[in-house]
Structure formats: structure tokens, C-alpha cells
């Protein structure tokens, strides 16, 4: 593919101009000039990585029973052997990993059941995300069913940020809390394990998250790897929180067995740690694989007045099959809502404490919140794309990005810098500031290891974290140009302008034609998706337009068409590419990069395209 970005020695790429790190968002700019920059910058076009069809595709075919374009599928992830075919396709309860196989789920579950049994009293501290929430909704449910005296505490996104809280501790001991199990949060927490000890506070922690070569002061420590190397690194907050309460109910049962009450509620908290999983993108192969899959299977059925009404307020109400899409795209987004918006203690109240009457009332309020959310989400969308014109940040000469603004909403500027990485191709840092202080959210792009670049700039900064790809930050408003010079020094050094065009991979090619719904309900056998098994990617070959393309949605914003190879039609839709109409009406033949579904209407099922990207055919 012919990029658009110029050839030339790295030496010659040089720092945008000084006027570049002036980044305070102006309100000079009217809102309907910032619309028109938006929906008249140039998305840029990814880089076509198709795969080639696989040496051992026709045998693994063969010998699995499967299409030559399952196998194709299948060993593009890595699944090459017959019998490991059959054990990813058909994910079985019995391949769990037991509880005490995580490193400190034993000890854990024996002091929490010691706690229980003596009266004490216990809080499960949370956090405001997807993960957070379930986690600590699993935990305190597995305690009250033991007759635990338990409550949770959620801390606030805007007062006290991500993880454990000295305040919020010495607050909680004030209270009479006696015992702290922390879910999500806390392996990285040192300075509030001391103050958890001087305060005489028992404190269990439980996590996911990459740990220091300290650990904090805890009676217990559940984490797959800081304490000793677990067969499932890859847990989220809240497949941690599940096997701690298999754990301890397993010990409450006093054997090997869960008495048949604590194994009904497990299998009803598969759901709650199937959001978690699919919402903090962990990978899911493996164990993780296998509680999602029962976890989704299990939606359907779940009594939780909280879930039901969720399942309602998304209009998800009456479907047989949950899948990682209705989780990613449709839940998780109006639980993450109320924890950006507002405070996400409502969400876990959704799942625990409240009957059908209070769970249909925070529904609708989490919904509400949602929509919220999108307002403002667009609104900084807009006036962030042309701040990125104005400043210059989309020239050849400048590879990153960072954007600063009293005007921000904190809790949605990762989803816009997550826009801006798709739509400049260039890591981001979005900078909400509170008078002489900001916070900060940044996305990256590949070879670009935000961890090792803040660190390379952490003069600039009061604190941050974060892994390669996706970071936070907190930083004084007068050290925001300083940093903004020192981050984009470092992404021109790191960045080529071939770094700078986003690759999009595809599995293989196929024709319209051999693309039947028998072979799409076998590629949807390898769900649920997600990271370690992304949801499969064709490309087509050249097809012909049919009709002329169309804008669908309340505002125009999608893309709807129909393309023709040799004698089969199909429908496609592009979600989000509304823009792009009158470019796509000028064409005659395209090629397209899509994801195949499967429509149902009218007791009639058809192949369809949802489209990721098209080209003109040339």
C-alpha cells in the first residue's frame, strides 16, 4: 500500500514548532468549524496484512473435521494439533484450574472464613471499572451466603483515583471494619499496607495488575504471579475474585466438594467474571476461555435482579446467546459510565443490595449516564481532532500528540485519545486540568511503550502508570508544555513515519460466494472473542458496488451497501463511517476488510458484512 507519509532520513524529521506545545483548548473555535475538521480530516488508511493461506490448513482440515477456512482460522491462533482443535471449540467446566493452584487463594479463603465465623467485620474494597465492580460484587455475595458481616467500599474515580486509599482505610477503621480484602486493586499499594498495619486493619489483598518488586504488608496476597507462578497468569480482577470465593467456599463446605448451594451460586458468578474478563480485555485462551464462555451461556438464566435489569436497559431482554460483543459493546459500556460520570458504587449497589424495583431505577440511571457519556465524548472528540489540525500535531514533522484543557470531563479522555490514536495514527496524552492541576490519560500506538516514555519523562510529572500501551498521569498545569515538548521529542526519536501507518491484520481471503451461513456458524464456534482470539478478519477480492451506498443511524453516522462477486450479493455495514459516502459513491469496484455475520429477520438468516475498512479495487 502507498503511505502517505514522505520518505526521508530520521535526522531530518525534526520537534513541531514551538506554538505546537501551546496546547490550552481554545473557545474561539466554533463548534460547528470543529464538526466540519472532524468529518473532514482524513481517516487514515491501515496497512492490508493478509495472511497467506497456511501450509498446514487442508491437513488440519482434514484431520479436525473442519472447513479448510476454520483451520485456517485455528492456525492463525496458534491451534495446530486435531486434538487441541476439539478441546478450543468445545471448552469443558472440568478443565478448571482449582482454586488453590492461584498463589494465596488457600490462605486467603482460610482468613476470611476465620473472619466470618468470629463476626468480624469485613469490607471488599473495589474499584469504579468493569472489572472492579464485579470482582467486588462476587466476593461480598460469596460472604453474605456464608452469613458474613460484610459491606464494600468504592473509591471515586475524581477524589481519590485508581487503587487503595490511606483516608479511606483509617475512614473504614473508624467504622469498625476489622478485616480489608481488596479486589482489583492494591498489589502496588506499600505506603497503605503500612498505614493498614499501624492502624491495626487486617488486610487481604487481591489483584491482577503488574506488581513492584516490593509488596505491600498483607496478611494474605491472592495474585497470579507476585507470590509464585500460577497455570493462568492472565486472570482479571474478577476471575481472581472468583476462585477466592470458590476457595472459601469450598473450605466453608468443609471438603474437597462445594455443598450444592455454594456450586449454584458459583456457577451464577461465572456472569459477573465473564464482564470482567471481556471488559478488561485480558486474554481469553485458556482458563479464561473457559469461564466466559459458561459465564456468557449463563446470562440467560441469571436471577440478579441488578443483571436482569442491565440485560433490560441495553435491550438485550429475550436473547438465547449472549456473546463478548453484548458484553463489550452494550453492558460494560453503561457499567464503565457511572464510574466516568458519576460514582460507580451505584453499579455495585446494582448487583447486591437491590431488589427488582431499586435494580430497574439504576438501570436507568446507568443508562442515563451512558448517554451522557457519548455527549461528552463526542464534544471533546471534536474540539481535541481540531485542536490536533490547529497545533499542527497531524504533521509529517511531529508523532505525537498531547492536548490539555480546563473544559475536559476526566473520566471519558482515554476513550477520546483512543479516537484520536485511530484517526491520527499517533500515541496520545489527553490532559484534563483542574486549575494548577491535571490528569492525564494517554493511548499508544506499536513500539511506542508509553511505560518507558513517561518514565523518560517523569521530571514533568507528579505520578503516573500504566503498561505500554495505555497509561495515566497527573501532572501541574504549568509543566504541561515542558512535558508536551519532552513526549513528542521522544515519539519523533522512537516513531518512524512507517510506524506512524496502523496495520490492520486479516486471517485470509475469501469470495462472497463460498462465504455460506454453514461456514459462519462454524467461525462463530470459536467465541467468544477477544484479546489471544480477536474476532476473525477477511478481506474480500474485488466486488462491484450494487446501488448506490447509503448513511443509516439517527445522525447519518453509519454506512450501509451491497456488493456483488460474480452471483452473490451481500449486505454490508459500516459502523462509524457515515463520512465516508461520497467517496465511497464515486467508486465502481472495491475491496473490503470485514468481520461475517449472521442476520436474522424474519425467521431468515443471511450473511452479512460488517465492515472494518474498504479500498477501490485498484
Request: proline content about 6%; aromatic content about 6%; some cysteine.
Amino acid at each position: 500500500m502507498r503511505s502517505r507519509w514522505r520518505s526521508g532520513p530520521i535526522a531530518q524529521r525534526s520537534r513541531p514548532r514551538p506554538s505546537h506545545a501551546t496546547v490550552y483548548c481554545s473557545k474561539s473555535t466554533p463548534a460547528a468549524h470543529r464538526r466540519r475538521i472532524l468529518a473532514t480530516t482524513p481517516r487514515l488508511q491501515r496497512e492490508w496484512i493478509i495472511a497467506p493461506p497456511h501450509a498446514e490448513c487442508d491437513e488440519l482440515a482434514r484431520t479436525a473435521h473442519v472447513s479448510p477456512l476454520l483451520a485456517q482460522l485455528l492456525l492463525q491462533r496458534g491451534i495446530s494439533a486435531a486434538g487441541h482443535v476439539s478441546a478450543f471449540l468445545n471448552p469443558s467446566f472440568k478443565e478448571l484450574l482449582p482454586p488453590d493452584q492461584l498463589p494465596g487463594a488457600a490462605d486467603a479463603s482460610r482468613r476470611l472464613l476465620e473472619a466470618v465465623r468470629q463476626n468480624r467485620r469485613i469490607v471488599v474494597y473495589g474499584d469504579y471499572d468493569v472489572d472492579g465492580v464485579t470482582a467486588a460484587t462476587i466476593l461480598w455475595h460469596a460472604l453474605r451466603l456464608a452469613g458474613g458481616n460484610v459491606d464494600y467500599y468504592i473509591p471515586s474515580r475524581f477524589d481519590e483515583g485508581f487503587g487503595l486509599n490511606g483516608d479511606a482505610l483509617r475512614q473504614l477503621r473508624a467504622e469498625g471494619a476489622e478485616l480489608v480484602i481488596t479486589v482489583d486493586c492494591g498489589i502496588a499499594a506499600l505506603d497503605e499496607g503500612r498505614i493498614a498495619r499501624e492502624i491495626g486493619l487486617d488486610l487481604i489483598i487481591t489483584d491482577h495488575h503488574t506488581p513492584k518488586e516490593t509488596l505491600p504488608d498483607a496478611v494474605a496476597i491472592v495474585h497470579p504471579t507476585a507470590c509464585g507462578d500460577s497455570p493462568n497468569p492472565h486472570l482479571s480482577g474478577a476471575g481472581v475474585a472468583l476462585k477466592v470465593a470458590w476457595a472459601f467456599l469450598q473450605r466453608l463446605s468443609e471438603g474437597d466438594r462445594v455443598a450444592p448451594e455454594f456450586r449454584d451460586y458459583l456457577l451464577d458468578a461465572t456472569a459477573f467474571a465473564a464482564l470482567g474478563l471481556v471488559a478488561d480485555i485480558v486474554p481469553l485462551v485458556g482458563e479464561n476461555r473457559i469461564i466466559a464462555t459458561f459465564g456468557l451461556r449463563h446470562l440467560c438464566h441469571t436471577q440478579n435482579p441488578g443483571l436482569q435489569a442491565l440485560i433490560e436497559v441495553s435491550g438485550l431482554a429475550g436473547k438465547r446467546k449472549y456473546d463478548d460483543y453484548d458484553v463489550g459493546f452494550m453492558l460494560a459500556p453503561r457499567l464503565n459510565a457511572v464510574g466516568r460520570m458519576g460514582h460507580a458504587r451505584l453499579a455495585v449497589e446494582l448487583f447486591t443490595h437491590a431488589d427488582a424495583a431499586r435494580a430497574a431505577q439504576i438501570a436507568a440511571e446507568l443508562d442515563a449516564h451512558n448517554r451522557d457519556r457519548k455527549a461528552v465524548e463526542q464534544k471533546i472528540l471534536e474540539q481535541a481532532a481540531a485542536m490536533v489540525v490547529e497545533r499542527g500535531f497531524n504533521r509529517d514533522s511531529c508523532h505525537g500528540i498531547v492536548l490539555a484543557s480546563q473544559n475536559w470531563h476526566p473520566g471519558v479522555i482515554g476513550i477520546v485519545a483512543t479516537r484520536l490514536v485511530e484517526r491520527f495514527g499517533r500515541p496520545t496524552i489527553l490532559i484534563s486540568l483542574n486549575g494548577d492541576e491535571g490528569q492525564g490519560s494517554g493511548r499508544s500506538v506499536r513500539h511506542f511503550p508509553l511505560n518507558e516514555v513517561l518514565t523518560a519523562c517523569g521530571e514533568h510529572l507528579l505520578s503516573y502508570g500504566g503498561h505500554a500501551m495505555a497509561a495515566g498521569v497527573r501532572i501541574a498545569a504549568d509543566k504541561v508544555e515542558p512535558f508536551t515538548e519532552a513526549f513528542i521529542a521522544q515519539a519523533n526519536q522512537r516513531l518512524t513515519p512507517t510506524d506512524l501507518v496502523p496495520k490492520l491484520a486479516i486471517d485470509g481471503e475469501v469470495s462472497l460466494t463460498n462465504l455460506t451461513t454453514d461456514l459462519v456458524d462454524q467461525v462463530e464456534r470459536m467465541a467468544p472473542f477477544g484479546l489471544g482470539n480477536a474476532r476473525p478478519r477477511l478481506a474480500s477480492g474485488p466486488v462491484q458496488l450494487v446501488d448506490r451506498p447509503r448513511t443509516v443511524g439517527q445522525t447519518g453516522q453509519h454506512l450501509q451497501f451491497a456488493v456483488r462477486d460474480e452471483s452473490t450479493v451481500r449486505k454490508a455495514i459500516a459502523f462509524r463511517q457515515g463520512d465516508q459516502l461520497a467517496e465511497l459513491s464515486d467508486q465502481r469496484a472495491i475491496r473490503v476488510a470485514f468481520e461475517p455475520i449472521i442476520n436474522t429477520w424474519n425467521n431468515q438468516r443471511s450473511v452479512e458484512l460488517k465492515v472494518i475498512e474498504w479500498q477501490p479495487a485498484d
